[in-house]
């Protein structure tokens, strides 16, 4: 832990924030090199002048920092700095990217995120419609990333394990101070399935203010951010706009319009959000960030390809369907696709559990 004592120190100088730390480090490379510099040197840095300098070269490490790190490491935690490879990289691309997080299980460097976010008093159809997406995300390799708070968050995190899928959760809150109390064991799952991640000291207390920083690294480390029920008061909306201004995508489930558990989701969709009925949908949006990576076998690309897209004519006939049953003389006037085919490919959905058949040929989403 030796080594990450620098970035402790360097971060525990007054004055110097996370925006200045990013431009502090891109700089000097490292924290030990910041140490190292000359007043005259670290004055070339905007937002450096010459009393911080000054501040920064006469800098100790507090006696109570150590004393973190130890318990990090007595815990069971890790510390990934932004030099550690597992660092999430689409993280380091924000203007203000925490220095170091703590972190409770396995962080790997992959990029393959969508955050999935929204009411912490949600309803029964939030929750539902939350678990299948994430559900079917997980199925397709998709990291799930959302905060562990109570509610839309909650679902996110269950519906991909149900998924058997990874998730990562990141907390406004020290690891040792879980919050909400009774998802203390969705945190060790979490943990093993993933990795419960925080920018904030172990103890640190789940205070309202941490939660707006919080929510852009959850829109930070994530290709995109689906919002699936807020309100227009939503903390959701500040992870919306966060991943917006951070160039990521921005998506929306919507709700009943009698619903105003749903007015901030339908007001994102005015806005410009992409509309989601299925995880295809997101699919199809990012697809050119989550395709397949150069390390993986020919026979792995076949079978993430596979699995992550579907024909023109499948989605065609995914979209014809719905939570209510169609018959399949509808369903053939609507895409105007040759009957066999949509046979054919309507069984191969039901082989899949995508799909469900009442009696008299009617088709509906499973």
Sequence with gaps: MDNILPWFALKSVPGIGNLLYNRIIKHFKSPEAVFGASCEELTQIEGVSDRLATTII???????VKKEVDLV?????????????????????????????????????????????????????????????CTDLASLNITVASGMARGIDTAAHEGALSGKGKTIAVLGSGLERIYPAQNQKLFHMISENGAVITELPLMAEPDAYNFPARNRI?????????VVEATKQSG???????????????????????SFKSTGTHTLIKQGAKLVEHAQDIVDELFHSIGPKEDITEQGEKSRHENLFLSEEESLVLKALGPYPVHIDDIIRKIKIEPGKIISILLKFELQDRVKQ??????YLA
């Design 236 to 258: 959701s909306l500040i992870t919306a706009r966060l991943a917006a201004e951070q160039n990521r995508e921005v998506f929306a489930v919507p709700g009943s319009i009698q």
């Design 358 to 363: 009442s009696p008299g040929k009617l088709f």
């Design 58 to 64: 006469k800098h100790r490490l507090p006696e109570h």
């Design 73 to 133: 490491a007595e815990k069971g935690f890790r510390i990934v700095t932004m030099a550690d490879p597992d660092y999430p990289p689409l993280l380091l691309e924000i203007p203000d990217p925490p220095p170091f997080l703590y972190v409770s299980g396995i962080l790997d460097s992959s990029s393959n995120n969508v955050a999935v976010v929204g009411s912490r008093n949600a309803t029964d159809y939030g929750i539902l419609i939350t678990k299948r997406l």
């Design 218 to 226: 959850i829109s930070g480390i994530s290709l995109g951010t689906v």
